[in-house]
């Protein structure tokens, strides 16, 4: 009996193509947007090398310092270069204008009366680093002799693997889990007498209820499993996402995730009275807000909370996979991992205790 | 009537769909409205910093550590490791420097102590970098002079105060029509969203077959359900356009009684007419009501993740952008980037935003035109 049940649930669930697609094709198709849009944004936080120009009238010819300093900054062989300089003719400063109204330039030096001038357009990050490399100048001028060629001695001892556009996939990841959920509901829903004809008969069988719901659950959690290693598949080898180096863990945690997705839907499907839309809804709005305070539609979000409300990512289960691969992928150590690996299999096991509860001694009179 | 009571009815069916994405829309629209000064004068920026100083009080370190309190914006996290790994990580602090213990009396006994840092290596990190390599550059030139700890002080303080003389040529305001151009941009998605749904629920629940057979023999002609039913639905687009016109003003307040905002407001009121024309256009082949909900997800999400709706425009890499040309969310979201940076209004700096205008109405007549072909094709049933 138990392998008949969970080979027929098996089947309905794959014949449910509007399931199909939300717990398998949808994380792919928004996987793929996420990677179209935020694979550039890292790298346009770079440091680029910025577009100035430069009046060269005689007062900047005359100037040896400034000359020998910004041809340093601009020559194409350092590999501190800062900027690409244009210098313009005294007479064509209505260049120098034009390319600044046209965002050519981030904005030009010019010597008035001794002093350097700057114009921009408005305030920026590579406006700031032209007037302090400027200033710089004024500086050392003001000091009337070489500064010192002592470099600051820096040791940098930060984290590898600072690539914070990762937290998105991992929400997606912790997503799809959760959407195994809708799956569990499903399968549930056809055992139940009071949501479905075929759940009436199945009361009224002499089979064992624990067979039955247990055999539905296995076959949703198979299918869920599927879904999430095809996006697995999907995200690392088409996509290049990062999971850290630790393989058996990132598996271990997406098989717990798929637990705690399975038996919120095995909860809700239980304990809410209300029709199979009602339920789906549920579901769908937990994992949702959910993910949005793990971090899937801003991924300071994540941080936000976490810092000022640590308790409600500690009871979010979204939020508890994507610290998981956070903890995987940003930390040495372990500590983190495990804590939100055993969060997440005490928010399954309650849930699905107190759904065991729920489901034992149904009985109706009349139905 | 009927037809527009049927279709009022079927809206109110659906209320929680279109308050659920207005929703979302006054939520994100608002996340990005933190209020900003508004001057002409140059700001610098300054990057995130965070010091960790293990140094007992001396001159030195202090007046080094007053220096980046300056220059650059102070953030306070817990001085424990993982909190200053996670405030990395989320850029919430650019640049920490754990400065040594021993750091100042070192410094001027001659040496040049190793200083800690933690970095995100992106624009901001590069900046505290430059700002602290030139601080140690001048207070070594001054040490190696001979200057005594006060001396030195002062020194270092009088050379780093020099400043150059700036000059800003823009008058405008960009943040306030940033904020302006993130809420509209946004807009996009939630228009697209909520048309294509209830349009589509709408025209397939006239398509189910019973009741499209029930139509066909009833004595009232096709061509006026039809006229209806492209009344009704413009009726709504109209309507959703006001909704998300008047948020915009109560949300942004006096900066949209300006030239800038009525071409925000006209140029949506343009794409929400090419959206009607696609959710028609989509209605018509789409049969299956549990289809819709998949479809517009992937529709709403494709075209304002690959335009800019959420990530703006210059984020985005070239290819996607180049493939965002085909779709009429790209010369929406163009127009509205372009509006942002004019200053003067003439021919020259409208040029743009006409252009992109007129690519919105051909995309809606070749959905009209689309949408009738496609319609004309499956007329007869069974």
Request: charged fraction near 20%; glycine fraction near 6%.
């Amino acid at each position: 009996m138990f392998f008949h049940n969970f080979k027929y649930s098996l089947k309905t669930l794959f014949r449910n193509k509007a399931m199909i697609f939300w717990t398998f094709a949808f994380p792919i198709i928004l996987g793929t947007f996420f990677y179209l849009a935020f694979s550039d944004i890292e790298n346009s936080e770079k440091l680029d090398i910025i577009d100035v120009a430069i009046i060269k009238n005689e007062e900047f010819e005359s100037n040896e310092l400034y000359k020998a300093v910004f041809k340093e900054l601009s020559d194409k062989d350092n590999k501190d270069r800062l900027f690409n300089i244009k210098y313009i003719d005294k007479d064509d400063e209505k260049e120098a204008k034009e390319l600044l109204d046209n965002e050519k330039i981030s904005g030009y030096l010019e010597f008035v009366n001794g002093k350097p001038k700057l114009t921009f357009k408005s305030n920026g990050i590579n406006e700031t680093i032209f007037k302090y490399v400027t200033e710089g100048i004024v500086q050392s001028a003001y000091m009337g002799r070489n500064v010192s060629e002592t470099k600051a001695n820096l040791k940098d001892i930060s984290r590898k693997n600072l690539s914070y556009t990762m937290i998105e996939f991992y929400t997606l990841i912790a997503m799809t889990c959760l959407y195994g959920g809708l799956l569990g509901a499903i399968a549930i829903n056809q055992n139940l007498a009071n949501m479905t004809c075929q759940g009436k008969r199945i009361a009224t069988a002499p089979v064992k209820k624990w067979q039955v719901i247990i055999s539905s659950a296995l076959s949703c959690y198979i299918t869920q499993i599927l879904g999430v290693a095809l996006l697995f598949i999907y995200t690392i080898f088409a996509l290049k996402i990062d999971y850290g180096n630790h393989f058996f863990k990132v598996v271990l945690l997406s098989l717990v995730g798929c637990l705690a997705g399975l038996s919120l839907g095995i909860f809700v499907a239980t304990l809410v009275k209300a029709g199979e839309n009602a339920k789906t809804g549920i579901i769908i709005s937990i994992t949702m807000a959910g993910c949005f305070l793990s971090g899937m539609m801003g991924i300071s979000m994540k941080y936000i909370v976490d810092k000022n409300a640590p308790i409600v990512n500690k009871l979010n289960p979204a939020s508890m996979i994507t610290d998981g691969f956070y903890a995987l992928y940003y930390y040495d150590t372990f500590d983190r991992y495990y804590f939100d690996l055993i969060s997440l299999l005490i928010f399954a096991f309650i849930l699905i205790g107190i759904s065991c509860i729920g489901l034992r001694r149904q009985k109706y009179d009349s139905i | 009537m009927i037809v527009f009571k049927a279709f009022l009815k079927i809206l109110n069916k659906n209320k929680s769909i279109i308050i659920l994405y207005t929703v979302i829309l006054v939520v994100f629209g608002g996340i990005n409205m933190n209020a900003s000064d508004t001057n002409t004068n140059f700001v610098a920026s300054k990057p995130n910093v965070m010091i960790i100083n293990n140094d007992e009080k001396n001159e030195i370190t202090d007046n080094f550590i007053k220096y980046l309190k300056d220059n650059s914006k102070i953030i306070k996290l817990k001085n424990n490791e993982d909190a200053i790994n996670d405030g990395l990580f989320y850029r919430d602090v650019n640049f920490v420097i754990y400065i040594p213990k021993g750091y100042g009396k070192d410094f001027m006994a001659g040496k040049n102590p190793e200083i800690e840092i933690k970095t995100t290596k992106d624009y901001k990190a590069s900046l505290a970098d430059m700002l602290i390599t030139r601080y140690i550059q001048v207070a070594s030139t001054y040490r190696d002079m001979g200057n005594t700890d006060t001396e030195l002080v002062k020194n270092v303080n009088e050379t780093l105060a020099k400043q150059g003389e700036v000059t800003i040529t823009s008058k405008l305001d960009t943040n306030k029509l940033e904020r302006i151009t993130f809420y509209y941009n946004f807009a996009s998605y939630s228009i697209l969203a909520c048309l294509v749904y209830v349009i589509c629920l709408v025209l397939s629940s006239f398509k189910d077959i019973k009741i499209q057979k029930r139509t066909i023999i009833s004595s009232t002609n096709y061509k006026k359900i039809n006229r209806y039913l492209l009344l009704s639905n413009g009726l709504f687009s109209l309507i959703l356009w006001s909704l998300y016109v008047i948020l915009s003003f109560i949300l942004l307040g006096n900066d949209m009684f300006s030239k800038q905002g009525a071409i925000y407001m006209l140029n949506c009121f343009v794409f929400t007419i090419v959206a009607t024309t696609i959710a028609m256009f989509i209605g018509s082949i789409v049969l299956n009501k549990n289809a819709i909900n998949g479809i517009v997800n992937v529709i709403a999400l494709g075209s304002s993740f690959l335009c800019g709706a959420f990530v703006p425009m210059q984020w985005l890499p070239k290819g996607v952008l180049r493939v965002a040309h085909i779709l009429p969310s790209y010369y929406y979201i163009s127009t509205n980037e372009a509006v942002k940076s004019i200053e003067t209004f003439d021919k020259e700096s409208l040029k743009p935003v006409c252009i992109n205008t007129l690519v919105l109405l051909g995309f809606a007549l070749f959905f009209v035109i689309l949408t009738n072909v496609y319609s004309k094709k499956k007329q007869k049933i069974g």
